[in-house]
T-cell receptor
Framework: GAGVSQSPSNKVTEKGKDVELRCDPI?????LYWYRQRLGQGLEFLIY????????KSGLPSDRFSAERTGESVSTLTIQRTQQEDSAVYLCASSGMGLYRDYGYTFGSGTRLTVV | DAKTTQPTSMDCAEGRAANLPCNHSTISGNEYVYWYRQIHSQGPQYIIH???NNETNEMASLIITEDRKSSTLILPHATLRDTAVYYC????????????FGTGTRLTIIP
């Protein structure tokens, strides 16, 4: 597609449930990033995938959070046993190497997660 | 551990040039200066980037000082739709580095 697609756009879940967020990057982009943004706050890095290299998981806040990406395609961010403090907008971005990299990240519109 | 310093907020009159400053005094020789903006309820949007020369595109101009320790993003004719949070970021542009977003500058365009 023309941009980074995220689904669902909105998710309301009960505390303790698991949720799965999906990101479709721009075709050909080798790098994929997940960020979290709480209401009124800045962007918080979560995890980064680059091609077939081991992901940089240094931003994941707890072991309830995990993410997968197969090759250079779709990524899923999973939050287990959700807590109210997990409520935020989860943003995905992708970027390429070489020519694509000249234009920085392209972000999706995000998934707004509300834990009740 | 943001490497940049920006004012928290700024106002600019509609139709005037908006000049957003950024200090990056510890920038390395291989690091670029990137600017992004985030309009309310949207994901951040790439604006422009540069290494040491001034850059211009359809959205904005980027002026980087000769010592590269600071830069200014210029929106030449600000409109109400330019109201957003503007982030200045330094990155090595090797395609394998995560971007660290600071708190940015909240720019409000006044009618």
């Amino acid at each position: 597609g023309a941009g980074v697609s995220q689904s669902p756009s909105n998710k309301v879940t009960e505390k303790g449930k698991d949720v799965e967020l999906r990101c479709d990057p721009i075709s050909g982009h080798t790098a994929l990033y997940w960020y979290r943004q709480r209401l009124g706050q800045g962007l918080e890095f979560l995890i980064y995938f680059q091609g077939n290299s081991a992901p940089d998981k240094s931003g994941l806040p707890s072991d309830r959070f995990s993410a997968e990406r197969t090759g250079e395609s779709v990524s899923t961010l999973t939050i287990q046993r959700t807590q109210q403090e997990d409520s935020a907008v989860y943003l995905c971005a992708s970027s390429g190497m070489g020519l694509y990299r000249d234009y920085g990240y392209t972000f999706g519109s995000g998934t707004r997660l509300t834990v009740v | 551990d943001a490497k940049t310093t920006q004012p928290t907020s700024m106002d600019c009159a509609e139709g005037r040039a908006a000049n957003l400053p950024c200090n990056h005094s510890t920038i390395s020789g291989n690091e670029y200066v990137y600017w992004y903006r985030q309009i309310h309820s949207q994901g951040p949007q790439y604006i422009i980037h540069g290494l040491k020369n001034n850059e211009t595109n359809e959205m904005a101009s980027l002026i980087i000082t000769e010592d590269r320790k600071s830069s200014t993003l210029i929106l030449p004719h600000a409109t109400l739709r330019d109201t957003a949070v503007y982030y200045c970021i330094v990155s090595s542009n090797f395609g394998n580095e995560k971007l660290t977003f600071g708190t940015g500058t909240r720019l409000t365009i006044i009618p």
